[in-house]
């Protein structure tokens, strides 16, 4: 059995100031327009996926602060990413496979943790980055090489180089940086510091 859950990022659901949600914590960091291909298998994860697929309703992803990613469940970051399941497949019974695209972030107000491990949260929608130009080249020319050489299918698109917020994503997804880094840069709400940030450790790195 397969399908798609179609909630359009346009959706008045996402524009209130405060929503209710599930938590998934993990070992990594989910961006806006990235995304993420997931393997569900946990009982609690598996009730969380049923209900998004039938609601229609994205989940929250946040890097985990304390905890792992299976077994007591995880104290997760306060800031994270909602994830909308694009495409889904139940190859046996028992495990979800997952793609899901980052949609907004988002920061706990309150969570909860229910009597199957599962975390919901009241969490506030943060504003998106405003669309502007990079002030600066240097990461976008970086950006431009990773593409050339990983190709432009790994790579959302369109491709919006006039965009600084989403090479700033983007940028932050690929390059090797510690997942501490990738909070930071997450939970950053200027595109153009958050390049520049990201300029700085390339220059440190020697990226240039």
Known sequence: MA?????????????????????????????????????IFEQRYLEMTKACIRDEQPFGICLIKEGREVGTPAVPQDIGCLARIAQWDMPQLGVFHLVVEGVQRFRIVESSVGKNGLISAEIECLAADNEVAPEQTLCADVLRAIIEKLGAEHFPSPQRFDDAAWIGYRLSEVLPLSLDVKQQLLRMTDPQARLTEIGRILTQQGGI
Do not use: D, E, H
């Open 3 to 39: 399908g798609a859950c179609l909630c359009a990022t346009a959706n008045s659901r996402y524009k209130r100031a405060t929503m209710s949600t599930f938590i998934f914590p993990l070992n990594t960091v989910l961006f806006p327009g990235g995304t993420l291909p997931l393997k």
